[in-house]
């Protein structure tokens, strides 16, 4: 019920403004990077700049407020090809135990813990993720 008020009320715009801001989106950032000195002020624009597009309140509100639709373990079992599955060890917001249980799944061939890394490891440590990706499409190619 929360969410609806966010979402369909001029709250959400409200709130949308104040987030979408340089400041708001640094601060963001720095509560899911471990290694807050990836949050650069290039990457704060990056992440910013569609924010500023039309529509993009709608969309951030339908993010923020997602409360339907499918899951990854909803599509997991649906999935045809091999799945590598990289997880920040230090993500605060989705624990490596959530993580590890993809691993079950049958189209999850690998499962790997990236180490002192937090929500954004592809962001935050390209230098550990980049290499499993490609060896990964390479040993599938």
Not at 37 to 49: G, K, P, R, Y
Not at 77 to 96: F, I, N, S, T, Y
Not at 123 to 134: H, I, Q, Y
């Amino acid at each position: 019920m929360p969410f609806l008020v966010v979402r369909n009320t001029v709250i959400g715009k409200l709130f949308f403004n104040a987030v979408a801001t340089p400041e708001s989106v640094k601060n963001i950032l720095c509560q899911c990077y471990h290694d807050t000195s990836a949050v650069t002020d290039e990457l704060v624009q990056m992440i910013l700049q569609p924010g500023l597009d039309p529509g993009a309140v709608d969309v951030f509100l339908e993010f923020i407020c997602y409360s339907g639709g499918p899951l990854p373990e909803d599509l997991l079992p649906m999935v045809k090809c091999p799945v590598l599955v990289a997880w920040g060890e230090k993500d605060p917001w989705e624990p490596v135990e959530l993580g590890r249980a993809y691993g079950s799944f049958d189209a999850v061939e690998d499962f790997v813990v990236l180490p002192n890394v937090g929500h954004c490891p592809q962001d935050e440590a390209p230098e550990l993720v980049n290499p499993l990706v490609e060896s990964f499409v390479k040993l599938h190619s």
